[in-house]
């Protein structure tokens, strides 16, 4: 069914009684061209566009649970293409660039709102570095402003602006970047990669591989066993764990990462803002909650639950950024697992197992690059060449020590 204000109509009619299902469920056969582990933002849109731009329909997604359950549904929904590294802003410029237009490519409304991000900076040092990460930014086409504390303030008059220790003194925009409703990704992609023809099946956990002679030919799963020649795996928070199972590790460590949602007040904040002086970003949802987030828990887990001393340490940089904030009430707080890389850049190659390839590492970030990733990832196994994109995001840069460290922090994923 093509959504419309005609369909919508005729549903009111109906007192929204006979909407059809968004996919069918499928059941699992026993062969595909390809098969796909993850039904995540990424592994759907993978799937998708291999019907879509490859014309490959004879395609499994496998979930272990529900689709929309993972972090795709768990995170802070911030879109945005703020990079400095050529590689990750050729990347996501790309992302935001079909973020603009998604909604219409799927005829689903995922409420992309481009609200505007502003990552606040407090000393002349940080200043200078916004400034640098600003030009690199114009020259991909992002498009960024800085600006000064002046202008911060008419925007968002309700923030810390003479904090004693962390004094705003502007802000880096980005008036592109903004917020999409995270789990309507996964649906809207689910939907039309199932109307192109993909199996979605949700409920079929992978716990092995069958391998000889260095390749992949099938999964087992919680549902038998599924061969295919090409399998990819885009599972997140849970990628070492499908690497171990393939025979092979990854320099991804799994770490929980939290959000909070508060009760709902009027309109406040109208765009997203990032503290720089400590881990704390913030936005509004169109229920009116306060959605925000900050710093991995530190440990590593794969539990989607964190702990309260990160929920304590979230919210007392939210206090030293915007004191009003302590006159709400946090109604809900989650966690979720994600997968952090060495470097805080992606990975999306070919594995050590013919016919295996890997989509990881997206650490905090990977919500953004959703279109870019699921198109780069198709590309990649339909074609067994790696997509524009995306060509820097090799499994063996790690050996080599091409690392593509963003944040210029070295190898330590809880500093990324
Ligand atoms: C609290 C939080 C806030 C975040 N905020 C942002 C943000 O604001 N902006 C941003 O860009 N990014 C953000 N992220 C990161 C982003 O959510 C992730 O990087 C991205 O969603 C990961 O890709 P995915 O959607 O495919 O993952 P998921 O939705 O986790 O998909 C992976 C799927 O694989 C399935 N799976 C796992 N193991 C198996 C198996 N053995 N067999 C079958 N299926 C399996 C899981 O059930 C899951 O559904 C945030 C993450 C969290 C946790």
Redesign the pocket.
């Known amino acids: 069914m093509k959504y419309s204000l005609f369909s919508l109509a005729v549903n009111t009619l109906g007192k929204h009684r006979f909407w059809p299902p968004m996919f069918t469920e499928a059941a699992p056969r026993r062969n595909y061209e390809i098969i796909i ?7 759907l849109a993978t799937a998708y566009y291999l019907a879509k731009v490859h014309n490959i329909t004879n395609v499994a997604v ?4 529900v689709i929309g ?4 549904g ?6 945005r293409a703020n990079y400095l590294l050529p590689e990750n802003s050729i990347f996501y410029q790309h992302a935001l660039t079909q973020w603009e237009t998604l909604e219409r490519e799927l005829n689903f409304n995922a409420m992309v709102s481009q609200r505007g991000i502003l990552n606040l900076f407090h000393s002349d040092a940080q200043r200078d570095a916004f400034a640098r990460r600003g030009n690199a930014m114009i020259i991909e086409g992002a498009g960024a402003e800085l600006v000064g504390a002046g202008q911060v303030k008419k925007m968002v008059p309700f923030l810390d602006f003479d904090n004693a220790r962390f004094p705003i003194l502007g802000a880096l925009v980005q008036k592109r970047a903004g917020t999409v409703r995270h789990d309507a990704v996964a649906w809207g992609y689910a939907r039309a990669a199932a109307s192109l023809g993909v199996d979605i099946i949700q409920n079929c ?3 092995g591989f069958e391998t000889a002679n260095g390749r992949v030919s099938a999964v087992h799963t919680t549902r038998g066993t599924i061969a295919a020649p090409k399998i990819g795996i ?5 990628s070492s764990l ?1 690497a171990e199972m393939a025979g092979f590790r990854l320099p991804v460590e799994s770490h929980v ?3 909070f949602v508060t009760e709902a007040i009027k309109p406040l904040i109208n765009n997203v803002i990032t503290f720089g002086a400590g881990h704390f970003y913030v936005s509004q949802s169109d229920k009116g909650g306060l959605v925000f ?1 900050g710093d991995l828990d530190g440990y590593n887990s794969y539990a989607q639950r964190g702990g309260i001393n990160t929920m304590r340490d979230v919210v007392e940089s939210g206090m030293a950024l915007m004191p009003l904030i302590g006159r709400i009430k946090l109604l809900r707080s989650w966690g ?1 697992v ?1 997968d952090m890389s060495m470097d805080g850049s992606p990975i999306i190659d070919r594995s050590p197992l013919e016919g295996l390839y890997i989509n990881a590492g ?1 650490c ?7 279109p870019a990733a699921g198109l780069a990832f198709a590309h990649l196994i339909a074609r067994d060449q790696p997509h524009e994109i995306a060509g820097a995001f090799t499994l063996d840069r790690f050996l080599s020590g091409h690392i593509i460290d963003e944040k210029g922090q070295g190898a330590q994923p809880n500093l990324h």
């Open positions: 582990i993850g039904g995540g933002g990424h592994g496998l979930e272990k649970g359950l993972g972090n795709v768990r995170n802070t929904a911030i879109v956990e992978v716990n885009s599972v997140a928070g849970s499908l990462l939290q959000a987030g979720g994600v997206w905090y970030g990977g919500f953004k690059a959703t």
